[in-house]
């Protein structure tokens, strides 16, 4: 199995920044999907940024010129690098790894993996 740990969350002012990171752990596949999502409260959790394993990424149009994911594969980890934080920014943003479902399944392994989260709060 996988374990995540999420770190750098905290209070920030509005149009501040913060560096989120996750090390993964564990059964660690070379094809995976590595991102993060957030959510805020009463609110679903949703998109903030993923990387497959051949560099593509996908940003929430929320995250789009301001926040920037990166993975280090010989370290297991994934981080974001957030700018001009907004109080919308506010919630707890967690680390996400996804196996491709077929891999997962004949390694006998849960194909997707959530970290407990950090939280970020941007409030003046």
């Known amino acids: 199995q996988v374990q995540l740990v999420e770190s750098g969350g905290g209070l920030v002012q509005p149009g501040g920044s913060l560096r989120l990171s996750c090390a993964a752990s564990g059964t660690i596949l070379r094809i995976r999907t590595m991102g993060w999502y957030r959510q805020a409260p009463e609110k679903k959790r949703e998109l903030v940024a993923t990387m497959t394993s051949d560099g593509t990424t996908t940003y929430a149009d929320s995250s789009k010129g301001r926040f920037t994911i990166s993975r280090d594969d010989a370290k297991n980890t994934v981080d974001l690098q957030m700018i001009s934080l907004e109080p919308e920014d506010t919630a707890v943003y967690y680390c996400?790894?996804?196996?491709?479902?077929?891999?997962?399944?004949?390694?006998?392994?849960?194909?997707?993996?959530w970290g407990q989260g950090t939280q970020v709060t941007v409030s003046s």
């Open positions: 996400h790894l996804l196996y491709p479902f077929t891999t997962a399944q004949s390694m006998g392994i849960v194909n997707n993996y």
